[in-house]
């Protein structure tokens, strides 16, 4: 079993940032890929960002180029440095881990979600 929990969100005024942590506990999730969802009010969850145990990443296009995605293998923890921020990026935004290996289908843990409120 893995938990998770994320932190780091809040309210920020457009063009700003912030840094979201997603803390891991529990086994078998080491090798494994993990991710940063998002869900809009409204609108359907979303993969925004995901980064393998080595290091690989993908982002939505909708983020390229402002958020960056990393994680500390020894701390079991995923990072979401988000700047230049819009308030189309407003959403609960969830850290999930995969059971396989890479990133493909839906993942298999799911933290509870950290709210992001972009003002204009």
């Known amino acids: 079993q893995v938990q998770l929990v994320e932190s780091g969100g809040g309210l920020v005024q457009t063009g700003g940032s912030l840094k979201l942590s997603c803390a891991a506990s529990?086994?078998?999730?080491?090798?494994?890929?993990m991710g940063w969802y998002r869900q809009a009010p409204g609108k359907q969850r979303e993969l925004g960002a995901g980064?393998?145990?080595?290091?690989?990443?993908v982002y939505a296009d909708s983020v390229k180029g402002r958020f960056t995605v990393s994680r500390d293998n020894a701390k079991n923890t995923m990072y979401l440095q988000m700047n230049d921020l819009k308030p189309e990026d407003t959403a609960v935004y969830y850290c999930?881990?995969?059971?396989?290996?890479?990133?493909?289908?839906?993942?298999?843990?799911w933290g509870q979600g950290t709210q992001v409120t972009v003002s204009s």
């Open positions: 999930a881990v995969w059971r396989t290996r890479i990133i493909f289908g839906a993942p298999g843990y």
């Open positions: 529990g086994s078998g999730f080491s090798g494994n890929p």
């Open positions: 980064i393998t145990s080595d290091g690989g990443t």
